[in-house]
């Protein structure tokens, strides 16, 4: 009897000083090491959920990235809090196509990107699993105000659970910030820090509900003229997220 109570003491001084010495030198395991040395209280006080953690980890990749790729976790919350409805994508990007291609599949909902530049859309058409959800498009662009984004006809697709306004030429912009107002639920739009260079300023206020995402540059915002539980869902998700994601300088595994 004796005997075993040494194994059970020793095992208990033990435990803490192994625990630490397999998981201290990683930055995320580091987070998890103050997860349950606080336990539930830290989990509750980030509100940082699990499944939203989870969503994180399969679709993105670390660092998050904090410049081209930046909308990319805007993107991301937006998707999982909408859960359904018609996305377009104006402007492609190596970052943001395959994401929303992805979010697309996984949850069952249609897919417009467009851009000007016919080399993205062709990348993308070759490099892409083919799907009736996804379509691209090319939309050719020959004035210095894009205005041929009007004649495009993408509004005409669907009214739209997100739009993600990315697309050049920048001072067409403003004019789609306007226009897809009262045609979608959600805008997403990139580049928010230097809205006097895209002229954003006149066309913001049409939305009611507004939230900047400034945690990564370039800044995103997060728009609604409708419904303001999502803006603000999307907003308590974003911001839940523990501030070791956004390090660029940090490895997580
Ligand atoms: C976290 O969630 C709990 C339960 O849902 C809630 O009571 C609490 O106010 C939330 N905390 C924050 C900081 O939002
Ligand atoms: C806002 O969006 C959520 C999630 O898509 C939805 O459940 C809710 O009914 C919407 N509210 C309004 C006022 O449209
Ligand atoms: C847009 O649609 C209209 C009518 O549906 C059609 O006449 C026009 O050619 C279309 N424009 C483009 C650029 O596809
Ligand atoms: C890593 O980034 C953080 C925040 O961005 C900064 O405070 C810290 O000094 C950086 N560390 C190194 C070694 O660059």
């Not at 010495?21 to 930055?27: E, K």
């Not at 580091?30 to 509100?47: D, M, P, R």
């Not at 379509?135 to 041929?148: D, L, P």
Request: charged content about 20%.
């Amino acid at each position: 009897m004796k005997f075993h109570a040494v194994y059970v003491v020793v095992g208990i001084i033990a435990c803490p000083f192994i625990f630490f010495c397999i998981f201290a030198p990683s930055q995320l395991l580091q987070v998890q090491v103050i997860e349950l040395a606080n336990g539930f209280k830290y989990i509750e006080k980030s509100n940082f959920s699990n499944e939203w953690k989870q969503t994180i980890h399969k679709y993105l990749t670390f660092p998050l990235d904090n410049h081209y790729g930046s909308h990319t976790i805007v993107l991301l919350a937006a998707a999982y809090a909408s859960e359904t409805g018609a996305i377009l994508e104006l402007g492609m990007g190596s970052s943001s196509t395959p994401l929303l291609h992805r979010l697309a599949v996984d949850q069952n909902r249609f897919l417009l990107s467009a851009d000007s530049d016919i080399r993205w859309v062709n990348y993308f058409v070759s490099g892409l699993e083919k799907t009736e959800l996804h379509q691209m498009k090319y939309v050719e662009v020959k004035t210095e105000m894009g205005v041929e984004w009007a004649a495009a006809n993408l509004s005409d697709a669907a009214k739209w659970s997100i739009v993600f306004i990315d697309h050049r030429p920048g001072g067409r912009r403003q004019f789609d910030l306007r226009a897809y107002a009262l045609r979608s639920t959600l805008v997403l739009l990139h580049d928010t820090e230097v809205a006097s260079m895209y002229q954003y300023t006149n066309a913001l206020p049409l939305y009611t509900y507004r939230y900047r995402f400034t945690r990564l540059k370039t800044y995103t915002d997060v728009l609604s003229r409708t419904n303001e539980t999502l803006v603000k869902r999307i907003r308590f998700l974003l911001e839940s997220i523990p501030d070791s994601y956004f390090h660029t300088n940090k490895t997580l595994t």
